[in-house]
């Protein structure tokens, strides 16, 4: 998408991940990169998605995705085992651009610690992170 | 504690251009460029395709002239500038005593006794120094790097774009020529770093906008420096801080040809060791077999190391040169690179990745 947006029903992390916690089932969220995230790195041409049962750490890294010219570290917004990823990424890796908070999501996750989303950020905190 | 501010970037004379087309510009070098406009890849295959035009403006120009120019070129520049004619076109290296590389640059021989030669923006200042350093009454250097902007055209299409705005023949390859475009005094270069046919311009800086809004008008696409690089690494261009360094000599660079020992220039007797010797390491190009894209500072298995690496806009897959041990540079050799701690595979391909179909 060409123009920035940062829904508010999302959960943020101030390494430019959203975290979108499932209505039915607390412990369990969808996790991508933002807006921001997508424009800054450009096209993403490579995105190998983790394997089923990785374990993520909050705050540190546990993906990468790739344009043409650089590499970013995606940053696990909250901690948990992953338990699906969003396997058409490979083939189209770009989709990460055309639809970051939807189509373009990477992985769910069982959270280990779902109180942990108290320490992300609402669209309007985040916002305010990336400086006008 | 730092109390010293970042140094101020220098802006082209397209600064406003980059800015109106919707550019993302980053620092090189000291210099705020458009490292892309709508996105690399479309720019990329605009350049393989049709047309794409380039600003960089921040590589340096340094003018030697006298009755000795020639001379004093002979001994800095690597290959044989007794060669080029006037109106003539020639790539060389500028190597230290010991054949480590200081810069690649293209030398422009303008008239009898003068010579244009464009610098690398990071090493300009050093180039100029060293230049300096060895000038005299009869061969004289100078700076001229704020008297040009400096414009690249490239693709399939660039020479008939550019030929609809000139008042004469755009010269051929390999030439230069002093020509007006769009009413401005221009040297127009057939040269390039894209592995398309095209031109470079360099003219006045305050002529540059005109220009550039010319020959964007006639369809060349603004290009950024990301395109620049994915572009040249499939051409298999060497870029200086990436395949060439100081402590990297031409011919395990694989720029033997552009060296003439006889000449004397500096650092030839370096050269001819390593020539009669062999290299220990030689420069290869390789694509990755399989998902995954290396980059520069990959290790590769049993020695050597990726010296720039990409996704391929035209091939699809990840591309990149290397310095391998010289028992690994045969085309077909299979390597294997530890990108970020995944080994990859990958195999030495002949340069260069990409030819024009």
Request: proline share 6%.
């Amino acid at each position: 998408m060409a123009q920035a947006s940062y829904p508010e029903d999302l959960l943020y992390h101030a390494e430019h991940d959203w975290a979108r916690i499932d209505e039915d089932d607390p412990a369990l969220a969808t996790l991508g990169i933002t807006w921001y995230a997508q424009d800054a790195l450009g096209e993403v041409v490579f995105f190998e998605a983790p394997a089923v049962g990785t374990q993520l750490a909050k705050d540190t890294p546990y993906a990468e995705v790739e344009s043409v010219k650089a590499v970013s570290d995606v940053i696990a917004p909250l901690s948990g085992e992953i338990v699906e990823v969003n396997a058409a990424l490979s083939d189209n890796p770009a989709t990460i651009n055309e639809d970051p908070y939807g189509d373009g999501w990477l992985v769910k996750v069982h959270l280990t610690d779902p109180a942990e989303r108290q320490t992300l950020l609402d669209a309007g905190s985040y916002t305010a992170t990336l400086g006008g | 504690m730092s109390s010293s501010a970042p140094p101020r970037l220098r802006r082209t004379a397209l600064y406003e251009c980059h800015v109106a087309a919707g550019a993302k510009l980053v620092d090189f070098a000291g210099w705020e460029m458009p490292v892309q406009y709508e996105g690399v890849r479309q720019e990329h295959m605009a350049v393989r395709e049709a047309c794409g035009i380039f600003d960089v403006s921040h590589m340096g120009e340094i003018e030697t002239s006298g009755p000795q120019a020639l001379e004093l070129l002979q001994l800095l520049l690597s290959n044989d500038v007794a060669a080029v004619p006037p109106g003539g076109a020639q790539y060389g290296l500028l190597c230290r005593e010991d054949g480590g590389v200081l810069d690649d640059l293209f030398s422009y021989r303008l008239g009898g006794d003068r010579y244009l030669t464009v610098t690398n923006a990071a090493n300009h200042l050093r180039d100029l120094e060293w230049f300096s350093s060895h000038e005299h009454n009869r061969a004289r250097v100078s700076d001229r790097i704020d008297d040009y902007a400096m414009l690249a055209v490239q693709g399939p299409t660039a020479r008939t774009i550019v030929q609809a705005i000139a008042d004469r023949p755009l010269p051929a390859r390999m030439h230069a020529a002093s020509m007006r475009l769009a009413g401005s005094e221009v040297l127009v270069c057939g040269t390039g770093y894209t592995g398309e046919d095209g031109v470079e311009l360099l003219c006045d800086p305050d002529a540059a906008p005109v220009l550039w809004d010319e020959i964007v008008g006639r369809g060349a696409r603004p290009a950024g420096l990301g395109a620049r690089d994915t572009l040249r690494l499939e051409a298999c261009f060497h870029l200086y801080g990436n395949e060439l360094t100081l402590e990297r000599g031409p011919i395990e660079g694989g720029l033997g040809w552009c060296c003439k020992e006889d000449t004397n220039f500096i650092g030839s007797q370096a050269v001819r060791a390593v020539r009669a010797d062999g290299p220990a390491e030689r420069l290869i190009a390789f694509a990755i077999d399989g998902p995954g894209i290396a980059r520069q500072g990959n290790p590769i298995s049993g020695g050597g190391q990726v010296t720039s690496g990409t996704l391929s806009p035209c091939l699809g897959i990840g591309i990149g040169m290397a310095y391998v041990p010289a028992g690994h540079a045969a085309s077909g050799t299979p390597l294997t690179i530890d990108v970020r701690g995944k080994m990859r595979r990958a195999v030495v391909k002949d340069k260069p990745l990409y030819r024009k179909g």
